[in-house]
């Protein structure tokens, strides 16, 4: 079982220090928009939010959203009431499950019910928790491509917050969320334990468990930023150059240990780019034509652009594979390193400046400020160490089948599902998006 609770807070400490008793006009004077996409997903947490609102300081009500936006109208929503929120420690579990891992074949039976009945368990034998489920009614996501390779699941969303006053105060947070990650998944490896799975069926992996901060369910981010090499795409584009180089292992070994946080990146990609002097363009072009999107990448990048998002690509990896890979996403913007080539070969030599992990956190900083939004509204997704500067800086940074330091840093991990695992992330189930 894969669990993340979010211990991100560097981009949100000034949130815990704000005065929580602001007066309500103040509170609801920054909106921002969100387009008609967002309309199901939001009154699915806010509705269930609601049913808590004695919990939450006075001032903090979210009765006034203006959801009746038509078809090519936006909604609105409060970004000061959903930044007080961010400092109160109320949080949203989510917990994806294969379906093969409740409903296997080969035993037929249905351990939906003994699931739902572990989580209320849970809240039984924690009284100082609320544990409010979101209602849901769809489980699967349309795949309208027909090969997207969605994985069929169950989702299964709660909020969680605190019955006691003593405990709903900012400076709990940050203990509460320890805690929570803890109990929480310590009680559903119980249960995982019961279950009949496999190696086959993905064994721990089965089972994504993501415990964030419920304002990041509620702010309408804008942007979302991806890594390509084994995060868009299932390649490391820079090991395959190296097979057609017949230098495969000394790549691989370097690109390996770059990718744990082992050695500095700048260093191990300049001794990867020297060893490929010498590549053709004609293998450039075939290695191009091998590479194969990740799982889930259509439906998340379409869904994604249908919500209003403006996406972008940043790889470490190379323009001329990255672009291409754009296009066939439909992504909008892409940053990625120069590979130099002359006289139709890879000449060896690096183009500066090197999109590293400090120069993928600058562009997604850039992107902001140029989009006239803070980095609160930007999400980031990747696999590799040279992620984390610029998931740490973003409201959500999701690891996907990543490497364990970064499942360990990032506010979320992804390994039960496809790429289609962000939109759970975000606290979507399938029917927020029919």
């Known amino acids: 079982m894969t669990k993340n609770t979010t211990t991100n807070y560097q981009n949100n400490a000034i949130l815990a220090s704000q005065d929580t008793s602001i007066s309500l006009s103040t509170a609801t004077a920054n ?10 997903h939001l009154k699915a947490w806010i509705s269930a939010l609601q049913k808590a609102n004695d919990l939450l300081p006075s001032h903090l009500r979210f009765d006034d959203i203006d959801f009746e936006a ?20 109320v949080f949203a579990l989510s917990v994806v499950v294969q379906k093969q891992a409740l409903l296997p074949v080969e035993s037929g039976e249905d351990k939906k019910a003994a699931f739902e009945a572990h989580i209320a368990e849970w809240a039984t034998q924690n009284p100082l928790w609320q544990i409010i489920k979101v209602v849901r009614s769809t489980d699967t996501l349309q795949d309208r491509t027909g090969s997207d390779r969605l994985t069929p699941v169950l989702t299964y ?16 947070k940050a203990a509460a969320a320890r805690l929570l990650d803890d109990g929480i998944t ?25 415990i964030v901060s419920l304002a990041k369910m509620l702010r309408p981010h804008r942007v ?8 868009l795409i299932e390649q490391e584009v820079i090991v395959e150059l190296a097979k057609q180089a017949n230098i495969g292992d000394q790549v691989s070994e370097i690109t390996e240990a ?9 260093t ?17 072009d075939q290695i191009q034509q091998q590479l194969t999107l990740s799982a889930g990448a259509r439906t998340l990048i379409a869904t994604l652009k249908s919500l209003g998002y403006h996406t972008v690509l940043v790889s470490g990896g190379f323009t001329y594979f990255a672009e291409r890979i754009a296009k066939e996403l439909g992504i909008d913007e892409v940053h990625a390193n120069e590979l130099d080539i002359e006289n139709g070969v890879v ?15 600058a562009l997604v900083q850039q992107i902001a400020e140029r989009m006239n939004i803070t980095t609160a509204q930007v999400i980031c997704v990747g696999d590799g160490a040279n992620d984390l500067p610029m998931m740490a800086i973003a409201d959500l940074g999701v690891a996907y089948h990543a490497k364990p330091i970064v499942r360990a840093r990032a506010d979320a991990a992804i390994n039960a599902t496809g790429l289609e695992g962000v939109l759970y992330v975000l606290g979507y189930a399938a029917q927020d998006l029919l």
Do not use: W
């Not at 078809?71 to 420690?89: M, R, Y």
């Not at 979302?224 to 995060?231: G, I, L, N, Q």
């Not at 191990?268 to 293998?283: I, N, T």
């Open 31 to 40: 909106f921002a928009s969100f387009g008609s996409g967002m309309t199901a």
């Open 70 to 89: 038509g078809a090519h109208e936006s909604g609105k929503i409060s970004l000061s009431l959903i930044e007080q929120l961010e400092a109160l420690p």
């Open 157 to 172: 969303r709660y909020i969680l917050m605190p019955t006691d006053t003593a405990t709903m105060q900012p400076g709990k």
């Open 186 to 210: 310590s009680h559903l490896r119980q249960f995982i334990e019961t279950l009949p799975i496999t190696d086959k069926l993905g064994g721990d992996a089965a089972i994504d468990c993501h």
């Open 224 to 231: 979302a930023v991806f890594d390509m090499d084994s995060t």
């Open 258 to 266: 770059a990718m744990r946080g082992e050695i500095d990146f700048d």
């Open 268 to 284: 191990s990609f300049s001794e990867r780019v020297a060893l490929l002097e010498g590549v053709s363009k004609e293998a450039l």
């Open 347 to 361: 000449t060896g030599n690096v183009s500066l400046p090197i999109v590293n992990g400090e120069r993928k956190a």
